[in-house]
């Protein structure tokens, strides 16, 4: 398979009306914005290559888009869900009691998570704990849940600059949100001994846990429901701002934005490719098994998506960021297979 005709106005089709898709001769997909820009080129490049119309490729957020994905089979519902986490058991339920029991898990690859502010303010070397600090809604000292006060970085820690704190992260649509609650939050507040005290003064491991990953809900702490886009201009409006983004979307704006390091490690596509880096995921798209061979192209489409002259490590989506999985041959075998969840 040869890769062809890649123009630059793939991501210029990263959400489309679904109401082009009338005729439903066209894949739809759906879901995680991380995954999107990654979607959309692969999509016009199918387009282009194959004797197939271009999918149809929407944002809106893993849940969302897996919510979508499990309203059942039928032309009426969508084929594709991207996702920036796996998908959830409680969901799969939901699929289940919809009629949607064969479901092939792809997984295309991986993406860090990244802390980026403006690209002439303050530079930042972050740790877990750090965050956890500035946007934990309570911190648990001499025995009890006090509520968090901090306002500027310096109160977080001394080495930052007397800055506003102000976070712009993913809004809980989002697959980001989970993987930001839970390898950076969480993990952050059992750095600092926060877990572990709440525990120790008999707090049940659940609760504990709550505890550290719930969100400060006085301005310091702002979600963002739509994609990096919004991000970013809250930031460009905010100059004290620091955003949640993904490795590729910042690595397409560094005009724009500087990184800071998670544990004195960079975000790099090498870093988290070796699993230096901390806060990486891997990306997904789950496919409704029942759709092939009714959709036009379902099957071929995932198939290029995960080919190696695609998602491999010298292919386009590398080019933008995704860092490649070392298991990719397993990913296609499964995609030949049509290999489901079990």
């Not at 799969?92 to 980026?116: H, K, M, P, Q, T």
């Not at 702002?222 to 460009?236: C, H, N, P, Q, S």
Request: proline share 5%; hydrophobic share 40%.
């Amino acid at each position: 398979m040869s890769f062809v005709n890649l123009t630059t106005s793939a991501l210029a089709i990263a959400a489309v009306s679904a109401t082009a898709a009338a005729a439903r001769d066209q894949v739809q997909i759906a879901g995680s914005s991380t995954v999107l820009p990654y979607a959309s080129i692969v999509a016009e490049a199918f387009g282009e290559n194959f004797d197939y119309p271009t999918p149809i490729v929407e944002s809106g957020g893993s849940s969302a888009g897996l919510k979508r994905f499990c309203e059942g089979v039928g032309e009426n519902t969508i084929d594709i869900a991207n996702a920036s986490r796996q998908i959830k058991p409680s969901e799969l339920e939901v699929c289940a009691a919809n009629g949607v029991s064969d479901i092939i898990e792809v997984r295309v690859g991986y993406d860090g998570i990244v802390f980026a502010s403006d690209i002439d303010g303050a530079s930042f070397a972050f740790t877990p704990e750090d965050w956890y600090k500035a946007l934990a809604a309570e911190h648990f000292i001499d025995g009890a849940l006090v509520e968090n006060t901090y306002a500027t970085w310096d109160q977080v820690n001394p080495d930052f600059p007397a800055q506003p704190i102000q976070a712009f992260i993913p809004g809980t649509k989002h697959g980001t949100r989970e993987v930001f609650e839970e390898k950076v939050i969480l993990a952050g507040c059992e750095e600092g001994g926060y877990l572990q005290a709440m525990l120790d003064a008999g707090m049940d491991e659940d609760t504990a846990e709550g505890n550290c990953m719930a969100i400060r809900t006085d301005g310091t702490s702002v979600d963002i429901d739509g994609d990096y886009t919004e991000t970013l201009a809250r930031i460009e409006s905010n100059k004290d701002g620091v955003g949640v983004f993904g490795l590729a979307f910042y690595e397409n704006n560094t005009d724009k934005l500087q990184v800071a390091t998670m544990s004195d490690v960079v975000p790099s596509t090498e870093s988290i490719s070796t699993g230096d880096y901390p806060v990486s995921r891997p990306l997904f798209f789950y496919i409704k098994k029942a759709h092939i061979g009714v959709i036009p192209g379902l099957k071929e489409f995932a198939e290029f998506f995960v080919a190696d002259e695609i998602a491999g490590p010298d292919g386009p989506l590398a080019e933008y960021g995704l860092v490649a999985d070392p298991e990719l041959a397993d990913t296609q075998a499964a995609v030949a297979d049509e290999a489901v969840i079990n």
